[in-house]
């Protein structure tokens, strides 16, 4: 999947996709083509896409077909140093779908669970990974997602011994990944990897709650608030005092 003035023929790949966004500005540098992936084996308390966990939910699309519609965005992309971010759900349920060649600046947003499954070849062309880490304390990981912290541990590991740029994303939940001990731990190993340009401190919302409800899944968040002013400078502190840049 190549983006360039003449763009090579390459072999289509279906694909389950959840919906695309074509101005997006909040999932890497620029003005983004953004394409959420179908399927996802984290089931995150807070998602804002519930409706993304299961693959076969989405819709079917061709990489070819989704080639021609970037193609047509390609000129204004690269004027406004954008691209093209894959995210999701997680992108890596896909990995020969979304690990096609992409020439114009392409992101990953992923958890990171699934790394071990995809090759440094399907890596090879992502010149950003936006890596989401929920918590750095095991425990409150699984509580979070439903599954363990580790491979996504290996896989920063992974990315940063290839090279890859990360901007390592963690979500602020008051009593849940707000410890200080789980953020001063996560910032000490964000600080280790030396490949990690930024850290995005997104405090928690309840923007996606009436999804939950749509697919009448219970919302265990419904009486978290979002965090203080306070609280997320606090945070941002933490990381800012290991050299980390924090946005």
Same mark, same amino acid.
């Given at each position: 999947?190549?983006?360039q003035s ?5 072999e289509s790949?279906?694909?389950?996709v959840h ?6 500005t909040v ?6 083509y953004?394409?959420f992936?179908?399927g996802c ?7 804002h896409?519930p409706?993304s ?5 989405g819709?079917l ?11 047509r965005?390609?000129?204004?992309l690269?004027?406004a140093k954008?691209g093209v971010t ?6 890596l349920v896909?990995?020969q779908f979304a690990?096609k060649?992409?020439?114009l600046?392409t992101?990953l947003?992923?958890?990171?669970h699934?790394g071990?499954k995809v090759?440094?070849?399907?890596l090879a062309?992502?010149?950003l990974?936006l890596?989401?880490?929920?918590s750095f304390?095991? #425990?409150?990981?699984?509580? =979070?997602?439903g %599954?363990?912290l580790?491979?996504t /541990?290996d896989?920063a590991?992974?990315?940063d011994?290839m ?7 963690f979500v602020?939940?008051?009593g ?7 953020v001063?731990g996560?910032?000490d190993f964000?600080a ?7 850290v995005e401190?997104?405090p928690f919302?309840?923007m996606?709650?009436f ?6 899944l ?5 009486d ?5 002013? #306070?609280?997320?400078i606090? =945070?941002?502190q %933490?990381?800012?005092?290991?050299g /980390?840049?924090?946005?």
């Amino acid at each position: 999947m190549k983006i360039q003035s003449r763009p090579r023929e390459t072999e289509s790949v279906n694909g389950y996709v959840h919906s695309i966004e074509t101005l997006g500005t909040v999932d890497g540098p620029g003005v983004r083509y953004v394409i959420f992936m179908q399927g996802c084996p984290l089931h995150c308390l807070y998602c804002h896409n519930p409706d993304s966990f299961k693959l076969k939910k989405g819709k079917l699309v061709a990489s070819s077909l989704l080639l021609d519609d970037i193609q047509r965005s390609a000129d204004f992309l690269r004027r406004a140093k954008g691209g093209v971010t894959l995210t999701g759900g997680e992108p890596l349920v896909q990995p020969q779908f979304a690990a096609k060649e992409i020439g114009l600046h392409t992101a990953l947003d992923t958890s990171g669970h699934l790394g071990a499954k995809v090759t440094d070849a399907m890596l090879a062309d992502i010149d950003l990974v936006l890596l989401d880490i929920k918590s750095f304390n095991p #425990e409150i990981y699984r509580r =979070v997602t439903g %599954v363990e912290l580790q491979p996504t /541990l290996d896989f920063a590991r992974r990315l940063d011994q290839m090279g890859k740029k990360m901007w390592i994303r963690f979500v602020l939940v008051p009593g849940l990944t707000d410890d200080p001990a789980n953020v001063e731990g996560l910032a000490d190993f964000v600080a280790s990897l030396k490949m990690a340009e930024r850290v995005e401190v997104a405090p928690f919302h309840k923007m996606g709650e009436f999804k939950w409800k749509e697919l009448r899944l219970p919302y265990q968040l419904a009486d978290t608030q979002s965090p203080t002013r #306070e609280s997320v400078i606090q =945070v941002h502190q %933490v990381f800012s005092s290991r050299g /980390l840049t924090v946005v």
